[in-house]
């Protein structure tokens, strides 16, 4: 039985196989239900920011303040693989971010 049948498509065969992953405002499905490497204080934070974007109708520049407010900046709060938020003035990457937020938060069926 052919498990990956389906995969091959998207299979770059110059990196030995492994799947080429969507980057940017594709990265993540509307249906995402969680994220590896992601710490505890990050997760609790995403979920209730993403519990907001889905219970209001906010702006990006409202998404982009709360996270900013809201989001871990210590080292000690952020997992070992986070990046951190963008700079402020970075409005591509926010506009890319704040984009992913409300995909993944505006699922029809969203639980925890």
Known sequence: VEKHQNLWPIQDTATNGQA???????CCSSRTVSFHYVEYRECVVLHDILRTVNEKDLEEEEIRSMMIDVWPTKFQELGGYSKGLPNYNEKEKWRNLVKVVQKIATRLNQTC
């Open 20 to 26: 080429l992953l969507p980057s940017g405002v594709n």
